[in-house]
């Protein structure tokens, strides 16, 4: 059990466009999912934490205009990428978790390249 | 939530056991402990985690000295698939903070 599935796997787009990750929790309902980024050969920095129904609280130093985050139901997470560049090129990866101290479980990240 | 040290990498061979050690000095009285590892370009799994007791399941042992000041992540019998980026991190149960925030782990890599 506690599977998440995160999708698309890898996304390869041209600067200036949108990009849209999807976060599922396909076998338990997650009251609260994570958005995490990992760059090569670093540890992964959580960027924001988004509980169902309310509005995503965002880490200190990320934008929340570039990086807008939707949790509309209890097994559906969104991140889109808006206006994305090179530098936003990076492994994003999601997690769930079902509420107080169970553990979060992960997604398989998505590999994001920008042109 | 309460930091924690690892050492950046250790050996172990396949088929013996790996002891990974971790300090959390400043853990406080409702922390949890929690382990996750994660191999090469995957998203991090999930191994265990305990607050004062020592926990056991399928995948390892996680032991934690009475103070709590420290633990120790074991892996009975290492495979070569073990070889993986371990992270212990200590996380306050309830609440805003109650979040996954990661170290930079320790280097596992099992020898043939």
């Known amino acids: 059990g506690a599977v998440v599935s995160q999708h698309p796997s890898w996304v390869i787009c041209k600067s200036g466009t949108s990009v849209k990750i999807e976060c599922r929790s396909l076998?338990?309902?997650?009251?609260?999912m994570f958005w995490y980024r990992q760059f090569p050969k670093q540890s992964l920095m959580l960027m924001a934490t988004?509980?169902?129904?309310?509005?995503?609280?965002?880490e200190q130093g990320v934008e929340k205009d570039k990086f807008l985050i939707n949790h509309a139901s209890l097994t559906l997470s969104t991140l889109t990428v808006t206006s994305a560049h090179p530098e936003d090129s990076s492994f994003y990866i999601c997690?769930?978790?079902?509420?107080?101290?169970?553990?979060?479980?992960f997604g398989d990240g998505t590999r994001l390249s920008i042109l | 939530d309460a930091k924690t040290t690892q050492p950046p990498s250790m050996d172990c061979a396949e088929g013996r056991a790996a002891n990974l050690p971790c300090n959390h000095s400043?853990?406080?009285?409702?922390?949890?402990v929690y382990w996750y590892r994660q191999i090469h370009s995957q998203g991090p799994q999930y191994i265990i985690h305990?607050?004062?007791n020592n926990e056991t399941n399928e995948m390892a042992s996680l032991i934690i000295t009475e103070d709590r000041k420290s633990s120790t992540l074991i892996l009975p019998h290492a495979t070569l698939r073990d070889t993986a980026v371990y992270y212990c991190?200590?996380?306050?149960?309830?609440?805003?903070?109650?979040?996954?925030?990661f170290g930079t782990g320790t280097l596992l890599a099992v020898q043939p």
């Open positions: 400043t853990i406080s009285g409702n922390e949890y």
């Open positions: 991190i200590v996380r306050f149960y309830g609440g805003a903070t109650n979040k996954l925030i």
């Open positions: 997690s769930a978790r079902r509420g107080g101290n169970q553990p979060q479980h």
């Open positions: 076998d338990f309902q997650a009251t609260t």
């Open positions: 305990g607050l004062k």
């Open positions: 988004s509980n169902e129904g309310s509005k995503a609280t965002y």
